[in-house]
């Protein structure tokens, strides 16, 4: 399958059946790869509520009459606005025409701004996608959680992990994070976007291979076939 960057935390993930894309965010993104009006997706999967992961959603949704997977509360959200949806939870797995999707656990809030007072928007969530044989795990946002290492039992192909700091885990605890989930290859996101989370990829990259861990970061628009 073909997995490839947008920027932040958003990724296109190309199964042999569909296309499924993770955390729009597009539109105001400094270092979007491409606009939203150009993505092509048959789903949508979100981690949580926040802009940074939210902005393009609806919007892409009825597009591409695209379906969005994720928490019950976000799910709703934007089913009550016109879009697809499908709400899940945390421990909750379902299988999709293209695979088979499992919300994890993640350490974050999860809001989205709603004139002056946020909306509460369900727990935060990481993302399992098995589809093809291959086994992802997208983190979200997340700090680092000891229930990591139940993500990694049966094997990760792929792990989406934040570097970022300040909102999520910083390189430091993202090390640690990868001794966790040990999985064959890692790719870090949420760095660079704004000045508050500028993080060396390539550094982060060098520091995890002393640790036996394969990390290739990716910049927006950059794709691997897994
Ligand atoms: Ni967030
Ligand atoms: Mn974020």
């Not at 979100?46 to 994720?70: M, P, S």
């Not at 040990?182 to 550094?203: F, G, M, S």
Request: aromatic share 8%.
């Amino acid at each position: 399958m073909k997995i490839t960057y947008y920027g932040h935390s958003c990724f296109l993930i190309e199964t042999s059946t569909a296309r499924l894309l993770i955390d729009p965010f597009l539109t105001g993104n400094p270092l979007a790869a491409l606009k939203a009006s150009e993505v092509r997706c048959d789903y949508i999967l979100i981690t949580h509520g926040h802009e940074d992961h939210t902005g393009d959603a609806l919007a892409v949704a009825k597009a591409n009459n695209a379906a969005i997977i994720a928490n019950y509360e976000i799910a709703e959200y934007f089913g009550a606005q016109g879009a697809k949806s499908h709400g899940m939870n945390p421990g909750g797995a379902f299988r999709f025409p293209f695979g088979r999707v499992k919300l994890t656990y993640a350490q974050h809030s999860s809001s989205i701004n709603a004139g002056l007072n946020p909306l509460y928007m369900g727990t935060a969530c990481g993302i399992i996608i098995e589809a093809d044989n291959r086994r992802i795990y997208h983190a979200g946002d997340t700090a680092l959680f000891l229930d990591m290492q139940l993500i990694a039992r049966g094997g990760l192909d792929l792990a989406i992990i934040p570097i970022g700091d300040n909102f999520t885990m910083g390189p430091e605890d993202a090390l640690d994070a990868l001794d966790f989930l040990k999985p064959r290859l890692a790719v870090p996101v949420h760095y660079n976007t704004w000045e508050p989370i500028a993080q060396d990829a390539a550094a982060f990259a060098r520091d995890a291979a002393m640790r036996g861990h394969k990390v290739n970061p990716l910049p927006p628009g950059g794709s691997l076939e897994l």
